[in-house]
């Protein structure tokens, strides 16, 4: 499994940014992919994900200003980030969970940072 993200960079307060991952490898679907990141000095945490079942899921912090989307064709997945705020500055990491083998994959990072 490959993860290839990109976009990020440089945003200000209330603007907008987003990120792209390509996927290849043994990957069947969407389901399973999704954004992780890590802020300096801590955890990774998660951003937004597809659901094995296909539903979206999106941590409290980022509800109603993160949109996760793919395409299926290109194997591809999305993070539109709008209303940024300085705390979403992080490194952004593409995942995909193998609900199958129980294995995590992910990219390598993209950063973000948001100026105030």
């Known amino acids: 499994v490959q993860l290839q993200a990109s976009g990020g960079g440089l945003g200000q307060t209330g603007g907008s940014l987003s990120l792209s991952c390509a996927a290849s490898?043994?990957?069947?679907?969407?389901?399973?992919m999704g954004w992780y990141r890590q802020a300096p000095g801590k955890k990774r945490e998660v951003v937004a994900r597809?659901?094995?079942?296909?539903?979206?899921f999106y941590r409290d912090s980022v509800k109603g200003r993160f949109t996760i989307s793919g395409d299926a064709l290109k194997m591809m997945i999305y993070l539109q980030m709008n209303s940024l705020k300085p705390e979403d500055t992080a490194v952004y990491f593409c995942n995909y969970y193998d609900n199958k083998d129980h294995i995590d994959y992910y990219g390598q990072g993209t950063q973000v940072t948001v100026s105030s």
């Open positions: 597809i659901t094995s079942g296909g539903t979206f």
């Open positions: 490898g043994r990957i069947a679907s969407l389901n399973g």
